[in-house]
């Protein structure tokens, strides 16, 4: 029969082994729910947007069932003119055809610590960039 020549030192490994347990149980699912929290807040204003823009869209077609309308996107888009009228075309000087930077060209750089990075983890603020 082998004693335990150190129980102390047994008794905190243990303590230990509990502790990360607990804590591996408990943070899975707390991401998991504020995961669902920012999925449940993020369709609610996609919704908002989108019924912004269906009212948009919807007076938007009520107004080209009027004749003005319709004359004025004829003009506007097809360069259309009435009988007698003269139609002038603008461009743009060379060169000025430039395109402004992107987001693609603008470089981030992440200046958080580690520590930054944990809480992050922890708190669930790593799951905000592509939830």
Known sequence: MTLIRRPGVALVTLLFLLLGAAFITQVVPYRQIIDSQR?????????????AENATLQADAAALNTDE?????????????????????????????????????????????????????LTGGDLDSEG
């Not at 999925?39 to 019924?51: C, F, I, N, P």
């Not at 996107?73 to 009435?82: D, N, P, S």
């Not at 992440?110 to 930054?116: A, G, I, L, Q």
């Open 69 to 121: 309308e319709i004359e004025k996107l004829a003009r506007e888009k097809l360069g259309y003119v009435r009988p007698g009228e003269t139609a002038y075309v603008v461009l743009d000087p060379p060169g000025s055809n430039q395109s402004p930077a992107t987001e693609e060209d603008v470089l981030v750089v992440d200046d958080r610590t580690w520590v930054d990075h944990i809480w992050d983890f």
């Open 39 to 51: 999925q449940v807040t993020a369709a609610q204003e996609r919704l908002a947007t989108l019924e």
